[in-house]
């Protein structure tokens, strides 16, 4: 028979540890970030709301940002969503943000918590814009970039940029519409 205090965790068991330690945090972190940090889909993204039916109406360049980006967004962003999910899907599932490894050390230290394993947000170690989240006593290791670079306002929010460069606050919009979609799910 085996003994009740060694049993193996429920999955649930283990996303709460996860949720718990910040790991899951950091993980997502590294995923929207990799999302973001890819040029070939931001490229994407850009020329079709360069594109987009909305920009070419006359009078675009004379509604608010918002409404701007509601328009284009209702125009192309089921498009722009499943392109963006397509991503946050090859990311999870290549090796690039270590989940297997994060979650086999939360279910580790739940299985063996005499061991006395730190919870593995404790251990976030600073190098340049990166940080790394290491799970207590294991290998793994999650990179998650820090976001306190990341500026107040995106690209061409600015009053400044207003009327020059209304396809790249469109752009913009899009996309930070979409990455927060994306973040919050």
Do not use: C
């Amino acid at each position: 028979m085996s003994d009740p205090k060694h049993r193996p965790p429920t999955a649930a068991e283990v996303v709460g540890r996860l949720k718990d330690d910040g790991d899951f945090d950091a993980l997502r972190r590294a995923i929207v970030r990799k999302v973001k940090d890819n040029e070939v889909l931001r490229n994407k993204i850009i020329s079709e709301v360069k594109q987009s039916v909305i920009l070419q109406e006359d009078g675009s360049e004379k509604l608010k940002l918002k409404e701007l980006s509601d328009a284009i967004y209702k125009d192309i962003g089921s498009k722009i969503m499943g392109q963006i999910s397509d991503e946050v899907w090859n990311v999870i599932q290549s090796n690039e943000t270590d989940i297997r490894g994060t979650v086999e050390a939360v279910y580790n230290r739940i299985l063996n918590p005499e061991e006395a394993h730190e919870p593995s947000s404790k251990k976030l170690k600073r190098k340049g814009k990166e940080q790394q989240v290491l799970p207590a006593k294991t290998q793994t290791t999650v990179a998650a970039e820090a976001e306190d670079d990341d500026p107040l306002e995106p690209p061409g929010f600015g009053r400044n940029n207003q009327h020059n460069n209304i396809a790249a606050v469109a752009a913009a919009a899009a996309a930070a519409a979409t990455t927060t979609t994306v973040a919050a799910e």
